[in-house]
């Protein structure tokens, strides 16, 4: 019955997504919306996307093996990240009138920096896409009482997420993303509370957790865990950042106001919604210990799903998977689309000129197909990776990579596409040097690409002035003068 209602819920979701694609008749409105999305579903598109598997299943599990400490790559590094995008980069990229973030490192950079950076930030998307594909994969494993595999079961997840996305691209994802979000918050809401009942109530809860430490947040006053905790926070927080899904959010909003206010408004949201799962968790410690305990010496990722499988009613299950699928559909149809369009508009067009619109059109949809098809088997070929892992490792390449052009391109006018070409240079050579090596062990490798990411911006911006300089003021003209 569980199983039936969950596929006549994604039914529902494509049926509306299907809806909404009728508005599609340009690329502009399948990349961006028209850029006519209000206020309001600016924020509910932002959280909605940020709000996937590893918010509900991947945190919590870190949470209770490590406390907030854990988990300050994601919600907090994550929630800021839409913050400072909001506060710092909304208003000047909105102005520019672009269809993709890699457009931005072209009229900047030029086209060598943008093919870099567009690739950088498409081979990001592979774990994101991939964690949600996975949770879907294991959600139809549990439902089905193991007789869906959990390859057969990602199969069935992409399949039903592309058959709205491939047609409505964003106005689809939009408009699926308000309507999950209330799902997922009412649901998650009533969970919490009928969780905190079944503990003894939430006080007891909260208790529990504060004698287990899991409230700690800041790491030991030790260089190496300062250094790692540091690494870990800007990971999200700023690897995040030059992303297209993010980008196109903010390109999405019918005005300046929307596009800076909504992933501020969205980000704080995220930030404390996350704290649901983190408390249901900890009920469960309490409701279940002994099972609990086991499936944190097998996988912890599997803690929410069994509490409400085995000691909540039916309506709580239904509340809770409805939630949990909200959660993954939102964030993986958004992150199918992003890269697709990032290639379409970035990568194909340097090989085949700009034809009409509809052509366009049905190159960036064949995209999406091929995309979804690559996550597919990569999904399948990391199964057993930790949700939390895949999220979080995607963003280590857009941070040492594509952070940093972006940044210093809007806040620096001296910054040159020589600098841009050093710092994507330097900051992925440092990276991959410092974590295939003993020094990765010592000193985070993500932090060191970034490190080295600026100091090839400086370099190869300066250096050229300098040396045009020095050897101005050697010619024998300017010494006569």
Not at 56 to 81: Q, S, T, W
Not at 104 to 127: A, K, P, Q
Not at 171 to 200: E, K, N, P, R, Y
Not at 236 to 261: C, E, H, W, Y
């Amino acid at each position: 019955m569980l199983l039936t209602l969950v596929f006549v819920y994604l039914l529902l979701t494509i049926a509306i997504g299907l809806w909404a694609a009728r508005r599609v008749k340009t690329t502009g409105d399948f990349a961006v919306a028209g850029k006519n999305l209000p206020l309001i579903m600016i924020v509910t598109t932002t959280f909605a996307t940020w709000f996937g598997s590893e918010t509900v299943m991947g945190i919590p599990a870190k949470f209770v093996e490590g406390g907030l400490n854990a988990v300050v790559e994601d919600p907090f590094g994550a929630g800021f990240c839409l913050i400072f995008v909001g506060l710092f980069f909304a208003a000047r990229l909105y102005k520019m009138d672009l269809l993709t973030i890699s457009d931005y490192y072209r009229e900047r950079y030029g086209r060598v920096v943008e093919v870099g950076c567009s690739l950088i930030i498409m081979l990001s998307y592979l774990g994101w896409v991939s964690a949600q594909v996975t949770a879907l994969g294991l959600v139809f494993h549990l439902l089905s009482g193991e007789a869906i595999s959990v390859p057969m079961g990602m199969v069935i997840g992409v399949v039903s997420i592309l058959a709205y996305t491939l047609f409505g691209g964003m106005w689809s994802v939009a408009v699926t993303d308000f309507i999950q979000m209330i799902i997922l918050v009412a649901g998650l809401a009533i969970l919490a509370v009928f969780a905190g009942q079944m503990a003894g109530g939430a006080d007891k809860v909260i208790d529990f957790a504060v004698s287990r430490d899991l409230f700690k947040f800041w790491p030991e006053p030790s260089l190496h865990d300062i250094l790692f905790f540091f690494a870990a926070a800007i990971t999200m927080m700023l690897g995040s950042i030059p992303q297209q899904d993010v980008f196109q959010r903010v390109m999405s909003a019918n005005s300046v106001s929307a596009a800076t206010k909504g992933p501020v408004i969205g980000g704080s949201m995220y930030i404390l919604f996350a704290f649901v799962p983190m408390f249901l968790v900890a009920s469960a410690l309490l409701i279940m210990p002994e099972q609990t305990q086991a499936l944190l010496a097998d996988d912890p990722q599997k803690i929410l799903p069994t509490l409400v499988m085995e000691k909540m009613p039916f309506a709580m299950q239904v509340l809770f998977f409805g939630a949990l699928l909200s959660a993954i559909k939102s964030t993986a149809s958004a992150t199918l689309l992003a890269p697709s369009v990032t290639f379409t508009e970035n990568i194909w067009r340097q090989f085949v000129p700009r034809t009409t619109d509809r052509k366009e059109l049905l190159t960036m949809r064949i995209t999406v197909l091929v995309f979804s098809a690559c996550v597919l088997a990569y999904s399948i070929a990391m199964e057993g990776t930790s949700i939390y892992e895949l999220v979080s490792g995607a963003y280590q390449v857009p941070l040492v990579g594509a952070f940093v052009p972006l940044v210093f391109g809007l806040y620096w006018k001296r910054a040159s596409t020589q600098g841009a070409i050093l710092a994507v240079i330097a900051g992925i050579g440092t990276w991959l040097a410092v974590m295939y090596t003993p020094w990765g062990e010592v000193f985070p490798a993500q932090l060191a690409g970034v490190l080295a990411s600026m100091a090839g911006m400086l370099i190869g911006s300066l250096a050229p002035q300098w040396i045009a300089n020095r050897h101005a003021s050697h010619h024998p003209l300017v010494r006569s003068a």
